[in-house]
């Protein structure tokens, strides 16, 4: 995993729940399967109430029309982030659409592991609220050396709580990695 | 200092006697269930991990519930099912309740209860968040993602996070017009969707143990809407009756110290407590049915793991017994036993499913069917811009179908009046 990340940022809500990240019915495709497994690229935050989607101004889809990814690799948003669901397919959904980081001030539990023992996203806690402080399209630099994240469009800064135990699941690519490289399985 | 009954489940399952909240810990996994949406790619997972020669760590210990998407012509929905079909067969394995069979359950969570994999003092894991339900049998349980439950099916084990409990206490026996569901709309109101995040949700006090096991899961049923691990209640005479009528398998029963320490105590009177609902489009958008009555319906839902059991319906039935409904009302149990149960029992010398049938209320078959919206043949499924008021768990933008439609929570006794009225109704207009 890239310890920076740099790119433009997709800014959402609080309590963004597993059915706007990917809505239910789109449950159904073939992971394993490239052709049915971009779907869920496509439908990444599909629904999301069009008003909210790509803050302050809203009405940014997050994946253009017939697009298969996004141009946003890096979502900033507020509390409670994932919750809902168990599906797994939310943080997949991300990843397939290119997303390589969320930032946002807390997350659900379930979306946390899902994304750190699938090796999907990193997600990234900062000390504060940070998606009033970030537009749209801004460009955003995640350094997960030195646990902060810098908003080059307007100059603001922000630290990250460090990933801690999670880290080296994360840079592992996964659980699985993990434990087969500590001798657990 | 003492331990809560989810440490003491923690110390047990883990063999670490001093496993502490915000420790991580390995559990040895008693039961893992998954379902028809997130069995297919945990198998795959598994499969590709384990290699093609990849063993099941415990067959008994595995349980497979198809239920989500069942009654439907989506293609890639009925191959999820057959996949399920296909593993079962390779495998020989019999925890397995397939579709089309008599041994089809439906909705999983009250599956696990009714064939009796919830036994109080062990661990489960299941691929869906409202696994948090069986912890009203003086269990731990939580849903896990599809790489989580492959690692279990291939380890038995998992780490998890002992977490901090908060303890809720509700003094006094409800009244006739209040059920579980208005317990735990209103905890959510007072604590939020991210309220209990990483916690344990400890019930506890004389109105939770004057309730019969299907309703109190409603109140574990929605721990993780509060963002809770998972939700607990401990297991006194009523659930092991209940266990015991279900399994001869061993159990064992942990109560929480008189000095064991939690993050924080909510204490209630039952009686004080208003029929209430979540508002759109949060489940802790609290509000009381009463604030709210006269909003006009297109829809009225009664089913799903929260609201679609026995229970669910005797309340709905006292509602629409001798009544007609003004909207369109369906019924969907959440199980087959459930189903059978609607035509066993009877309620003035008529079976509850004449009382629905009568009402008008369209009656579906077993399954979690437009809970969570599903594919677009499901039934009952919010289109365009539906105002449903609903006896499921959650109302965030599009969860019921339509992302355009608005879904009011509340309980089988509220929605059941709404529907009589054709606008929110408060229950006490019906029961005193």
């Known amino acids: 995993m890239e310890k920076q990340i740099v790119g433009k940022a997709f800014v959402l809500g609080d309590n963004v729940d597993t059915d706007q990240i990917i809505p239910a019915e789109h449950l159904v495709y073939d992971m394993s399967d490239e052709k049915e497994a971009r779907l869920y690229g496509k439908y990444a935050l599909s629904s999301v109430p069009l008003e909210v989607s790509g803050l302050p101004q809203g009405g940014v889809p997050f994946v253009a029309q017939g697009e298969y990814a996004s141009e946003f690799p890096i979502i900033v948003a507020g509390g409670n982030f994932g919750c809902g669901s168990s599906r797994e397919h939310a943080p997949y959904a991300l990843m397939k659409a290119g997303v390589k980081a969320v930032v946002a001030e807390s997350y659900a539990r379930i979306f946390y592991r899902n994304a750190v023992d699938g090796g999907f996203v990193a997600p990234i806690e900062a000390k504060e609220k940070i998606n009033d402080g970030v537009k749209t399209g801004d460009e955003l630099l995640v350094d997960l050396e030195k646990n902060v994240v810098e908003n080059k469009t307007s100059g603001a800064r922000w630290e990250l709580r460090p990933l801690g135990d999670a880290l080296p699941i994360i840079e592992a690519g996964g659980v699985f990695e993990y434990a087969r490289a500590s001798g657990m399985i | ?432």
């Open chain 2, 1 to 432: 200092m003492g331990k809560t009954i989810t440490e003491k489940i923690f110390a047990k399952s883990s063999g670490n006697p001093d496993a502490a909240p915000g420790e991580n810990v390995w559990l040895n996994v008693d039961t893992l269930m998954t379902h028809d949406v997130c069995g297919p790619p945990t198998i795959q997972i598994w499969k590709r991990e384990f290699g093609e020669k990849a063993k099941i760590w415990d067959k008994e210990k595995l349980v497979i519930f198809p239920d989500h998407y069942i009654f439907t012509a989506d293609k890639y929905a009925n191959r999820n099912v057959e996949a399920l079909r296909q593993f079962a067969k390779e495998h020989d394995f019999k925890n397995f309740y397939d579709v089309g069979t008599p041994r089809y359950k439906g909705v999983c969570h009250i599956a696990l209860a009714e064939e009796g994999y919830n036994r109080p003092g062990t661990v489960l894991f299941g691929t869906d968040s409202h696994t948090c339900t069986s912890g009203a049998f003086g269990m731990f349980s939580t849903g896990v993602g599809n790489t989580d439950a492959a690692f279990i099916l291939g380890t038995g084990k998992i780490w998890e996070r002992v977490p901090e409990s908060m303890k809720f206490t509700f003094d006094g026996e409800l009244p006739p017009y209040l059920t579980a569901k208005d317990l735990i709309l209103h905890i959510l109101g007072e604590i939020t969707t991210d309220g209990a995040t990483y916690r344990a949700m400890e019930f506890d006090g004389d109105g939770v143990f004057s309730l019969d096991m299907y309703e109190r899961m409603t109140l574990t049923n929605m721990a993780i809407e509060a963002g809770g691990m998972s939700g607990i209640i401990a297991a006194d005479k009523v659930a092991e009756d209940y266990v015991k009528s279900r399994t001869d398998k061993p159990y064992e029963i942990f109560r929480s110290d008189d000095d064991a320490v939690y993050h924080s105590k909510y204490r209630f009177d039952a009686s004080a407590i208003e029929p209430t609902v979540a508002k759109p489009h949060s489940p802790d958008n609290r509000d009381t049915a009463r604030n709210v009555a006269g909003t006009r319906l297109t829809k009225c839902y009664i089913g799903s793991c929260t609201g679609g059991k026995i229970t669910d319906f005797r309340f709905a039935a006292k509602i629409l017994s001798g009544n007609k409904v003004a909207v369109p009302t369906f019924v969907v149990p959440a199980s087959t036993e459930v189903a059978r149960a609607l035509e066993e029992e009877t309620l003035g010398g008529k079976t509850l499913r004449q009382i629905f049938t009568d009402a008008g209320c369209e009656i579906a078959q077993s399954s979690c069917a437009a809970c969570l919206g599903g594919p677009s043949d499901t039934v009952g499924r919010a289109v365009d811009r539906d105002v449903v008021i609903s006896t499921t768990n959650r109302n965030f933008p599009g969860r019921m179908g339509s992302k355009q439609s608005e879904v009011y929570l509340a309980s089988p006794l509220t929605v059941a009046a709404s529907a009589v009225k054709g606008v929110i109704a408060d229950p006490r207009d019906f029961i005193n």
